[in-house]
């Protein structure tokens, strides 16, 4: 019996789960620039790069269910990884006490729609070679 070709791996959810993290990741920097004028504000940051990493290299040591009817609480997978906002309030005591930078946050800003971008192609590249392989090559 031949094995079967798994076409679908993992990558399609990681890259998946990268785009939906880089997503919440522009709107937490848009939120921080937006509120950049407002008293008190204090900046957040979405962290979810070493938990990413973390389920990834977690593949071996994720429970398995031996019957269909088990139910599945792996939960280490890539899927479940969920970002925590920190918030960093500013401790110098100067003005209105906002810690935004908005020259750090625009930096944070491009950063972050490199790797949006980047990951896009990489998931395009991903479907390009599903749709050759499915049209047998032409």
């Known amino acids: ?4 070709a798994n ?15 880089r997503l919440q990741n522009q709107q937490t920097i ?10 008190g504000y204090a900046p957040a940051r979405l962290e979810f790069e070493q938990k990413l990493q973390r389920a990834v290299n977690n593949k071996e040591n994720k429970p398995t269910t031996t019957h269909p009817a088990h139910i599945n609480i792996g939960g280490g997978g890539v899927e479940s990884v969920q970002g925590t906002i920190i918030r960093t309030p500013d401790k110098t005591g100067i003005g209105d006490r906002n810690g935004v930078s908005v020259d750090q946050e625009m930096v944070a800003l491009a950063e972050n729609q490199l790797l949006y971008e980047a ?8 479907l390009g070679l599903l749709k050759y ?3 047998d090559g032409r």
């Open 1 to 4: 019996m031949m094995p079967k």
């Open 7 to 21: 076409l679908f791996d993992n990558s399609l959810t990681l890259l998946q789960k990268v785009l939906d993290l």
């Open 30 to 39: 848009a939120s921080n620039i937006a509120n950049a004028d407002t008293p």
């Open 119 to 126: 990951t896009t192609q990489m998931l395009k590249k991903k």
């Open 133 to 135: 392989v499915a049209q």
